[in-house]
């Protein structure tokens, strides 16, 4: 059975920190990962893609793929209280359909 | 505007009492999902389907149907709803090598 592993948290940060959050996989054969934001109650948001071996930025988002090491990582710059939430890692196999979640990181971002 | 819309969002019924849960999308996707999401558990995949007429099981199938008539529909259909399927439920579709879209959430609660 494929597998996404996060630690669950909560990870704690000041205001102004980097964020790092990490998920590893199972399936050598996965192709495309992503990244989601999820508030309490709410659905889950995309906030990053990332396909090849390197590095992805999007403003204050880094993700950070390492297939070799089967690992995936999301690096939060200029942390704000409004990043705090849940955060989602998605790996995607190759001949698969949809992708697999893991259970998720609670980020807390303390003022 | 590109969406994934679910309805109910809040639904509370009693044991045994069937019900469905709609899910349509505008994006002409082919493969549409569902997921459930309870505390600690993260997101499970219930049913997928491939496109019209073609559905499979995901990891937590018992006691929920599915169909897929149309492209843009995927209803799921509990027949006979017991208290264990009280949970938060995500109807999501995706293109080819594109992330997944997600619905707004049906928070589901079986008395």
């Known amino acids: 059975q494929k597998e996404v592993e996060q630690n669950s948290g909560p990870l704690s940060v000041p205001e102004g920190a980097i964020a790092s959050l990490n998920c590893t996989y199972s399936d050598r054969g996965s192709q495309s990962f992503f990244w989601y934001r999820q508030y309490s109650g709410k659905s889950p948001e995309l906030i990053m893609s990332?396909?090849?071996?390197g590095d992805q930025e999007d403003g204050r988002f880094t993700a950070q793929l390492n297939k070799a090491s089967q690992y995936v990582s999301l690096l939060i710059r200029d942390s704000q209280p409004s990043d705090s939430a849940t955060y989602l890692c998605a790996v995607l196999s190759g001949g698969s359909y949809i992708p697999t979640f893991g259970r998720g990181t609670s980020l807390i971002v303390h003022p | 505007e590109a969406q994934v819309t679910q309805n109910p969002r809040y639904l509370i019924t009693v044991t045994g009492k069937k019900l469905t849960v709609t899910c349509s999308q505008n994006?002409?996707?082919?493969?549409m999902s569902w997921y459930r999401q309870d505390p600690g558990l993260g997101l499970r995949q219930i049913y997928y389907s491939m496109n019209v007429e073609v559905t499979d099981k995901g990891d937590v199938p018992e006691g929920y149907k599915v169909s897929r008539k149309e492209k843009r529909n995927f209803p799921l259909i509990l027949e006979s709803p017991s208290p264990n399927q009280t949970s938060l439920y995500f109807c999501?579709?995706?293109?080819?090598?594109?992330?997944?879209?997600f619905g707004d959430g049906t928070r589901l609660s079986i008395l």
């Open positions: 999501a579709s995706r293109g080819p090598n594109q992330p997944q879209h």
């Open positions: 994006m002409n996707h082919e493969y």
């Open positions: 990332i396909y090849s071996n």
